[in-house]
């Protein structure tokens, strides 16, 4: 019998385990055009939190008592359509479970990188997409630029870094702890900030950069945010593609700098990586270029098991996670 998690009661502040359910799901008939695939690999994302609450957004909420959904990568054990072999590896959006029955057009057979499999699900997947185009297009980062990226060891920041650098810019990155420290520098970061230590973000920063910065790529906000703004040169552009510190709380970030957009005519834009998805083409030509030069690193933190999953998603809110945090099924 297959099974999935879905959401038992709709979260107030920090999610909890009593939040979650295993349920069973009918292992009916392939229809037509469907392909049933053994999911090998689940992500785990902070964007999910968001689908916990009943309120209007880019994305439906999740259902309560429903198996929830998420990125997955898995291979087709039965098909009904001729694009799609039993034996293919493929991308899809039926994740938090086990088995999985969708059209064969939901899903996405992987590209031809050499990687293994869930790497699709992070750096060369919607993660990597996000910090990629995030950096190059909406932030319009070029050679030159100081760059600023708030939780720079995770999923999306690691691939900024890399990708900034790569592209000629200086980069400071921002994380918690000597051992996230570490490896952001062991990406090529020209500064670190770790953010847990007693020294104010907005000091620190200031400190990486003297003269100020050019683009900051936020997946955080709150103090990060601010401090970006306290330090963001003139036509600095801002690209902001999440708000981990407010998705449990609620509260309003206090951004005492933000009068500086003003004077420093400060560009500030939010984004989804979904505005991206008809060029992953060209995403997977550069990075690929990247991959194979040798130039690209990535980590992952992995969860053993279905019964895991909520463990993992709790654990993006805690600092669990060094690279890209993942679900072995």
Known sequence: MARAWSLKARPQGMPKHTDFAMIDLDQSTLGAGEVRIANRWLSVDPYMRGRMNDVKSYVPPFALGEAMQGGAVGEVV?????????????????????????PAAQVQKLPALDVPPQ??????????????????????AKAGDTVFVSAAAGAVGSTVVQVAKAKGMTVIGSAGGAEKCAWVKSLGADAVIDYKSDVPVVKALGEAAPKGIDVYFDNVGGEHLDAALAHARMHARFAVCGMIDVYNSGAATQLKYLARLIGNRVQIRG???????????????????????????????????????????????????????????
């Open 78 to 102: 039965d098909s009904n359509d001729d694009g799609i072999k039993v034996g293919d590896m493929v991308l899809h959006m039926a994740g938090w479970r086990d088995e999985a029955v969708v």
């Open 119 to 140: 790497a699709f699900l992070g750096q060369l997947g919607m993660p990597g997409m996000t910090g990629y185009f995030g950096l190059l297009q909406v932030a319009e």
């Open 271 to 329: 984004f989804i990586v979904s505005d991206y998805m008809n060029r992953a083409e060209e995403f997977y030509k550069d990075m690929g270029g990247m991959l194979a030069a040798g130039t690209l690193k990535r980590q992952e933190t992995v969860h053993e098991g279905l019964e895991t999953m909520p463990d993992a998603f709790l654990g993006l809110f805690s600092g669990g996670n060094t690279g890209k945090m993942l679900v072995k099924v």
